[in-house]
Protein backbone atom coordinates (compact mmCIF):
# COMPACT_ATOMS: atom_id res chain seq x y z
CA UNK A 1 0.00 0.00 0.00
CA UNK A 2 0.86 3.59 -0.44
CA UNK A 3 2.10 5.41 2.34
CA UNK A 4 3.50 8.84 3.49
CA UNK A 5 5.42 9.46 6.26
CA UNK A 6 6.37 12.25 8.53
CA UNK A 7 8.32 11.14 11.41
CA UNK A 8 8.69 14.45 13.16
CA UNK A 9 5.07 16.24 14.43
CA UNK A 10 7.22 19.41 15.20
CA UNK A 11 10.35 20.83 14.14
CA UNK A 12 11.95 24.05 15.72
CA UNK A 13 14.68 25.85 14.89
CA UNK A 14 16.23 29.25 15.31
CA UNK A 15 15.57 31.66 12.67
CA UNK A 16 19.08 31.22 10.13
CA UNK A 17 19.54 28.05 10.83
CA UNK A 18 19.03 25.37 8.32
CA UNK A 19 16.26 23.18 8.33
CA UNK A 20 15.07 19.83 6.86
CA UNK A 21 12.09 18.44 7.29
CA UNK A 22 11.62 14.53 6.54
CA UNK A 23 9.55 12.86 4.26
CA UNK A 24 9.44 8.97 3.33
CA UNK A 25 7.21 6.68 1.16
CA UNK A 26 6.11 3.54 0.36
CA UNK A 27 5.26 3.21 -3.61
CA UNK A 28 6.56 0.25 -5.67
CA UNK A 29 5.49 2.17 -8.65
CA UNK A 30 7.40 5.78 -9.78
CA UNK A 31 5.50 8.15 -7.69
CA UNK A 32 5.10 11.80 -8.00
CA UNK A 33 5.84 13.22 -4.71
CA UNK A 34 5.17 16.94 -3.62
CA UNK A 35 5.35 18.90 -0.66
CA UNK A 36 2.91 21.47 0.34
CA UNK A 37 2.44 24.40 3.05
CA UNK A 38 -0.56 25.28 4.82
CA UNK A 39 -0.01 28.80 7.16
CA UNK A 40 -2.40 28.99 10.22
CA UNK A 41 -5.19 26.36 9.13
CA UNK A 42 -5.54 27.78 5.97
CA UNK A 43 -5.81 26.30 2.78
CA UNK A 44 -2.95 24.28 1.54
CA UNK A 45 -0.56 25.42 -1.23
CA UNK A 46 1.61 23.43 -3.51
CA UNK A 47 4.98 24.27 -2.24
CA UNK A 48 7.55 22.22 -4.35
CA UNK A 49 6.68 18.89 -7.31
CA UNK A 50 9.72 17.37 -7.68
CA UNK A 51 9.22 16.82 -11.40
CA UNK A 52 10.18 20.20 -11.71
CA UNK A 53 13.03 20.24 -9.93
CA UNK A 54 12.04 23.67 -8.54
CA UNK A 55 13.16 26.07 -5.49
CA UNK A 56 10.51 28.09 -4.41
CA UNK A 57 11.03 30.09 -1.27
CA UNK A 58 14.16 29.00 -0.96
CA UNK A 59 12.87 25.38 -0.47
CA UNK A 60 14.23 22.67 -2.54
CA UNK A 61 13.25 19.00 -2.34
CA UNK A 62 15.78 16.08 -4.11
CA UNK A 63 13.82 12.55 -4.19
CA UNK A 64 15.96 9.55 -3.30
CA UNK A 65 14.80 6.80 -4.71
CA UNK A 66 17.08 4.33 -3.32
CA UNK A 67 15.44 5.44 0.70
CA UNK A 68 12.55 6.43 -0.41
CA UNK A 69 12.94 10.10 0.77
CA UNK A 70 11.48 13.23 -0.28
CA UNK A 71 12.97 15.54 2.50
CA UNK A 72 12.38 19.33 2.08
CA UNK A 73 15.22 21.79 2.84
CA UNK A 74 16.18 25.28 3.04
CA UNK A 75 19.49 25.97 4.56
CA UNK A 76 18.17 29.07 6.07
CA UNK A 77 14.93 29.35 7.90
CA UNK A 78 12.91 32.62 8.31
CA UNK A 79 10.02 33.45 10.39
CA UNK A 80 7.88 33.76 7.99
CA UNK A 81 8.51 29.99 7.17
CA UNK A 82 6.77 28.76 10.52
CA UNK A 83 3.95 26.76 9.41
CA UNK A 84 2.52 23.07 8.72
CA UNK A 85 4.19 21.41 5.55
CA UNK A 86 2.66 18.30 3.90
CA UNK A 87 4.57 15.89 1.88
CA UNK A 88 1.88 14.19 -0.41
CA UNK A 89 2.46 11.08 -2.91
CA UNK A 90 0.69 10.54 -6.33
CA UNK A 91 1.00 7.73 -7.97
CA UNK A 92 2.79 8.82 -11.23
CA UNK A 93 0.64 8.59 -14.04
CA UNK A 94 -2.54 7.36 -12.36
CA UNK A 95 -5.57 8.69 -13.76
CA UNK A 96 -7.31 8.71 -10.29
CA UNK A 97 -4.74 11.29 -8.83
CA UNK A 98 -5.74 11.08 -5.35
CA UNK A 99 -2.74 12.64 -3.60
CA UNK A 100 -1.80 10.49 -0.59
CA UNK A 101 -0.82 13.17 2.48
CA UNK A 102 1.51 12.38 5.61
CA UNK A 103 0.95 13.30 8.58
CA UNK A 104 2.03 17.09 8.70
CA UNK A 105 5.17 18.46 10.01
CA UNK A 106 4.65 21.75 12.00
CA UNK A 107 7.64 24.22 11.66
CA UNK A 108 8.40 26.65 13.93
CA UNK A 109 10.76 29.51 13.51
CA UNK A 110 11.77 30.81 16.54
CA UNK A 111 13.52 34.73 16.69
CA UNK B 1 -7.81 33.51 -4.78
CA UNK B 2 -7.06 29.85 -5.56
CA UNK B 3 -9.51 29.36 -8.41
CA UNK B 4 -11.16 26.97 -6.23
CA UNK B 5 -14.33 28.44 -3.99
CA UNK B 6 -15.75 26.75 -1.48
CA UNK B 7 -19.19 27.62 0.39
CA UNK B 8 -19.34 28.32 3.28
CA UNK B 9 -16.78 29.48 5.06
CA UNK B 10 -17.92 28.34 8.26
CA UNK B 11 -20.61 26.02 9.51
CA UNK B 12 -22.23 25.42 13.21
CA UNK B 13 -24.40 23.07 13.59
CA UNK B 14 -26.11 20.83 16.02
CA UNK B 15 -26.05 16.57 16.13
CA UNK B 16 -27.87 14.83 13.98
CA UNK B 17 -28.41 17.22 11.69
CA UNK B 18 -27.54 17.32 7.45
CA UNK B 19 -25.14 20.08 5.75
CA UNK B 20 -24.46 20.65 2.42
CA UNK B 21 -20.55 22.29 1.63
CA UNK B 22 -20.15 23.28 -2.00
CA UNK B 23 -17.10 23.59 -4.09
CA UNK B 24 -16.79 25.44 -7.33
CA UNK B 25 -13.08 24.01 -8.81
CA UNK B 26 -10.62 26.20 -11.31
CA UNK B 27 -11.77 26.73 -14.46
CA UNK B 28 -10.77 24.14 -16.61
CA UNK B 29 -10.10 21.76 -13.94
CA UNK B 30 -12.42 18.20 -14.01
CA UNK B 31 -11.50 16.06 -10.96
CA UNK B 32 -12.87 17.55 -7.53
CA UNK B 33 -11.45 15.95 -4.31
CA UNK B 34 -12.81 16.07 -0.99
CA UNK B 35 -10.35 15.97 1.90
CA UNK B 36 -10.96 16.25 6.04
CA UNK B 37 -9.13 17.78 8.35
CA UNK B 38 -8.80 17.19 11.72
CA UNK B 39 -6.61 17.60 14.53
CA UNK B 40 -5.83 14.18 15.68
CA UNK B 41 -6.63 12.22 12.02
CA UNK B 42 -4.37 14.74 10.00
CA UNK B 43 -5.87 15.03 5.95
CA UNK B 44 -8.31 12.21 5.09
CA UNK B 45 -9.08 11.71 1.52
CA UNK B 46 -12.99 11.48 0.93
CA UNK B 47 -13.41 11.44 -2.42
CA UNK B 48 -13.16 12.14 -6.07
CA UNK B 49 -15.04 12.67 -8.86
CA UNK B 50 -13.73 13.61 -12.32
CA UNK B 51 -16.22 15.21 -15.24
CA UNK B 52 -19.12 14.23 -13.09
CA UNK B 53 -18.37 10.75 -11.88
CA UNK B 54 -16.96 9.11 -8.81
CA UNK B 55 -13.21 8.26 -9.62
CA UNK B 56 -11.75 7.22 -6.26
CA UNK B 57 -12.94 6.61 -3.01
CA UNK B 58 -11.46 6.90 0.34
CA UNK B 59 -12.31 7.14 4.25
CA UNK B 60 -15.72 8.23 3.60
CA UNK B 61 -18.64 7.54 5.89
CA UNK B 62 -21.63 6.34 4.88
CA UNK B 63 -23.85 8.99 6.23
CA UNK B 64 -21.24 11.13 4.09
CA UNK B 65 -21.92 11.59 0.37
CA UNK B 66 -20.69 13.67 -2.67
CA UNK B 67 -21.68 14.61 -6.32
CA UNK B 68 -20.58 16.45 -9.09
CA UNK B 69 -22.34 18.11 -11.25
CA UNK B 70 -22.77 19.31 -15.40
CA UNK B 71 -21.44 22.31 -14.43
CA UNK B 72 -18.24 20.81 -12.67
CA UNK B 73 -19.01 22.15 -9.04
CA UNK B 74 -19.24 19.33 -6.51
CA UNK B 75 -21.32 18.98 -3.10
CA UNK B 76 -20.18 16.84 0.14
CA UNK B 77 -23.77 15.99 1.95
CA UNK B 78 -22.55 15.38 5.28
CA UNK B 79 -25.91 13.66 7.32
CA UNK B 80 -26.58 12.34 10.71
CA UNK B 81 -23.90 14.52 12.16
CA UNK B 82 -22.10 14.00 15.25
CA UNK B 83 -19.36 15.70 17.50
CA UNK B 84 -16.35 13.82 15.72
CA UNK B 85 -17.58 15.40 12.57
CA UNK B 86 -16.10 18.82 12.91
CA UNK B 87 -13.32 19.22 11.13
CA UNK B 88 -11.99 21.51 8.29
CA UNK B 89 -13.50 19.88 5.24
CA UNK B 90 -10.95 20.83 2.33
CA UNK B 91 -11.94 20.97 -1.44
CA UNK B 92 -9.17 20.80 -4.02
CA UNK B 93 -9.01 20.80 -8.05
CA UNK B 94 -6.57 19.48 -10.95
CA UNK B 95 -6.92 19.51 -14.91
CA UNK B 96 -7.16 15.55 -14.66
CA UNK B 97 -5.27 13.40 -12.68
CA UNK B 98 -3.36 14.73 -9.75
CA UNK B 99 0.09 14.09 -11.14
CA UNK B 100 0.62 18.05 -11.33
CA UNK B 101 -0.60 18.73 -8.40
CA UNK B 102 -4.10 19.97 -6.99
CA UNK B 103 -5.58 23.23 -6.23
CA UNK B 104 -7.15 23.65 -2.87
CA UNK B 105 -9.58 26.10 -1.46
CA UNK B 106 -9.74 27.55 1.44
CA UNK B 107 -12.01 25.21 3.41
CA UNK B 108 -15.00 24.92 4.82
CA UNK B 109 -14.93 25.01 9.02
CA UNK B 110 -17.44 22.52 10.26
CA UNK B 111 -18.03 22.66 14.39
CA UNK B 112 -21.04 20.26 15.33
CA UNK B 113 -22.84 21.34 18.62
Known amino acids: AQRVTQPEKLLSVFKGAPVELKCNYSYSGSPELFWYVQYSRQRLQLLLRHISRESIKGFTADLNKGETSFHLKKPFAQEEDSAMYYC?????????????FGQGTTLQVKP | DSGVTQTPKHLITATGQRVTLRCSPR?????VYWYQQSLDQGLQFLIQYYNGEERAKGNILERFSAQQFPDLHSELNLSSLELGDSALYFCASSVAGGAQGYTFGSGTRLTVV
Open chain 1, 88 to 100: ALSRGSSNTGKLI
Open chain 2, 27 to 31: SGDLS
